[in-house]
């Protein structure tokens, strides 16, 4: 079964760096390009960009690019979402999901992670 | 950034009836246009890809329509499960831009 696996919830301070990881089974980390999706409290979903794990090809959405980090270890089959110095306003539900192609929507998704950034 | 409008940003119906929701983009994406649910506590689920292909396991009452800048999504005949918030996202250009949402409520 294709599936993604997410990392369990995190309650961080502003200014505190974190690395949240999305584990694929199956083949999805050969194939697939992952991305990044935000959901604040209450809002609509975003999309932060993807990754394919296969070469590390990265784009970004540039709301994002320079926000975050994207990067993938496929001898794990895990991508990752990091931050260098969280905000209060990072504070979200990420998901991970899987884009089959460069342009297909994204149909396998992770559990999400929720993300709590507060002093 | 490509501008996806859903209209409306919320609907009241009834099970059996038939809704539509409309999604506009703010320039021609082709057909690189999906669907999502999103039910409280559960991530998205994709229903439609390519604004007319039905995703796999999903039921046919769903159904996508359109292309260039504007689309529908379809629920035929509406169940109990479909209640939940629906997202249009284009795949066309990067950043990969969602609608703002449609809550279909009872």
């Known amino acids: 079964e294709v599936q993604l696996v997410q990392s369990g919830a995190e309650v961080k301070k502003p200014g505190e760096s974190l690395k949240i990881s999305c584990k694929g089974s199956g083949y999805i980390f050969n194939s697939y390009w992952i991305a990044w999706v935000r959901q604040v409290p209450g809002k609509g979903l975003e999309w932060m960009g993807f990754i394919f794990p296969g070469d590390s090809d990265t784009r970004y959405s540039p709301s994002f690019q320079g926000q975050v980090t994207m990067s993938a270890d496929k001898s794990i089959s895990t991508a990752y979402l990091q931050w260098s110095s969280l905000k209060a306003s990072d504070t979200a539900m990420y998901y991970c999901a899987g884009h089959k192609t460069f342009h297909y929507g994204m149909d396998v998704w992770g559990q999400g992670t929720t993300v709590t950034v507060s002093s | 950034d490509i501008q996806m409008t859903q209209s409306p940003s919320s609907l009241s119906a009834s099970v059996g009836d038939r809704v539509t929701i409309t999604c506009r983009a703010s320039?021609?994406?082709?057909?690189?246009l999906n669907w999502y649910q999103e039910t409280p506590g559960k991530a998205p689920k994709l229903l439609i890809y390519a604004a007319s292909n039905l995703q796999s396991g999903v039921p046919s009452r769903f159904s996508g329509t359109g292309s260039g800048t504007d689309f529908t999504l379809t629920i035929s005949s509406l169940q109990d499960e479909d209640f939940a918030t629906y997202y249009c996202?284009?795949?066309?250009?990067?950043?990969?831009?969602f609608g703002q949402g449609t809550k279909l409520d009872i």
């Open positions: 996202q284009q795949s066309h250009t990067i950043p990969y831009t």
């Open positions: 320039q021609s994406i082709s057909s690189y």
